[in-house]
């Protein structure tokens, strides 16, 4: 969907869409733990992680679902002028609040479904690492990483626009967030999930025990300061400026 068409809907629509693509990133992000939550060989870990990232982007697309770092892209329609920059910000804060929104309620959901307690608390244990991992950093390492994975996930938006078969905008929009999560990057939308359920996790002490880091770096302000601050910025950067902007400037602007 354009940026126009965006700035056109509704913003009930809007946040309805957004909650459902936090929803289901969470949901994906779940998957992910689950699956590699007894697997001890970490490059075999690292691989099936990324398995059910681009299931789940495939999900949103077909859904029609709302995600911040691919709605950067439509910075093109900024740039064109189809969009006024309020019409821009206005997306793009409407998305990033509902995807918080609908990633949260999965988050306040775990305990009601017994998430944590899956494959002996190795579930839990495994959700306490993931998120102290993401925490375990500095600003400029997360805020890299976030222009990283922006540059991955909005290359894919732009190329699955150009053909109208879904089944080939499934494939082209999957495989780089695929790539994204193989090379440790960061996303802001999936670390709304990741690191709210690792301080959830964290506050129990037989997930705490099981786990190799133990959760003691995951703290509400860490989260904030060591990932999904930096990860934001630069997944607006990577998409909106990097990807975005020399898309326009190379192939509307300058077409030749």
Not at 30 to 39: E, P, R
Not at 182 to 193: A, D, K, L, W
């Amino acid at each position: 969907m354009s940026g126009k068409s965006k700035a056109g809907m509704p913003t009930l629509k809007l946040i309805m869409l957004g909650i459902l693509g936090g929803i289901i990133t969470a949901l994906t992000a779940m998957g992910s733990n689950t699956v590699i939550a007894t697997l001890t060989n970490p490059s075999i870990a690292k691989f099936v992680s990324a398995l059910p990232f681009p299931i789940g982007t495939m999900i949103c697309i077909g859904m029609g679902a709302e995600l911040f770092t691919g709605d950067t892209s439509i910075s093109i329609s900024l740039l064109t002028k189809e969009i006024s920059a309020k019409q821009f910000f206005r997306i793009l804060l409407t998305v990033y609040v509902s995807n918080f929104a609908g990633a949260l309620m999965i988050v306040f959901a775990l305990p009601f479904i017994n998430h944590f307690q899956g494959l002996g608390n190795m579930v839990g244990a495994i959700t306490i690492d993931c998120a102290q991992g993401k925490v375990n950093q500095s600003f400029l390492s997360a805020f890299i990483k976030g222009i990283l994975c922006a540059i991955l996930v909005v290359s894919g938006v732009i190329m699955s626009s150009h053909t109208t078969h879904l089944y080939q905008k499934l494939i082209i929009a999957g495989l780089p967030v695929f790539l994204f999560i193989i090379c440790g990057f960061e996303q802001c939308v999936v670390n709304m999930y990741y690191i709210p359920a690792g301080i959830m996790a964290a506050q129990t002490e037989a997930y705490r025990i099981l786990s190799a880091s133990g959760g003691g770096l995951l703290t509400w302000s860490n989260f904030l300061w060591h990932n999904l601050i930096p990860a934001t910025l630069g997944n607006f950067i990577g998409g909106a400026g990097i990807v975005g902007g020399s898309y326009w400037y190379c192939f509307i602007k300058n077409p030749q």
